[in-house]
């Protein structure tokens, strides 16, 4: 575990043949982000639709996700992970748990940089969802496209475009 002044980070990882998070942890995280209705959001593609199906996503080898924990009261605050790797570059993916402070996305962006052969972070957000765009952006992700269509909103039922956002993890040394 990674500690900061209020948080510590918590990254997830198969050790032997157990996970480092406990099953009832992410089940209950799943919980919370359904009774927020945040569930929807992050799979508005509806690939994961109840908690069995969460915790063999996240468990997955391609997810590499990470706890944040707010150690003045001892919960955790925001569910992040990277995924889709390839060459130096992850898609990344936040949600939040409480108010989108960005303290926590900056501590979970602190981590990731620490990895030396990624270098660049990217986020495909429906762009119906300026809330996650405007957030990343205080987190230093800049605009670096549109994907017209790219979102299937399966719960909405229609499709809507990406906003394409970047985040380097270090900068290329000329």
Wanted: net charge neutral; proline share 4%.
């Amino acid at each position: 575990m990674e500690r900061g002044d209020r948080y510590v980070l918590w990254p997830a990882a198969f050790v032997g043949d157990q996970f480092s998070i406990p099953d009832e942890v992410l089940s209950s995280l799943w919980r919370e982000m359904e009774e927020k209705g945040k569930n929807r959001n992050l799979f508005y593609n509806g690939n994961v639709t109840d908690v069995a199906g969460w915790v063999a996503w996240i468990k997955d080898s391609a997810n590499y996700p990470i706890l944040v924990v707010d150690i003045s009261n001892h919960r955790i605050v925001c569910i992040a992970w990277l995924n889709n790797a390839v060459d130096g570059a992850a898609l990344a993916h936040f949600c939040m748990l409480g108010l989108p402070r960005p303290e926590i996305g900056k501590a979970v962006l602190r981590y990731w940089s620490g990895i030396e052969i990624l270098h660049v972070l990217v986020g495909f957000t429906p762009e119906t969802n300026i809330g996650a765009v405007k957030y990343g952006e205080k987190l230093g992700f800049k605009r670096s496209g549109y994907i017209p269509k790219m979102c299937n909103m399966v719960y909405e039922g229609r499709r809507v475009g990406a906003i394409v956002t970047t985040y380097q993890t270090r900068k290329e040394e000329a």
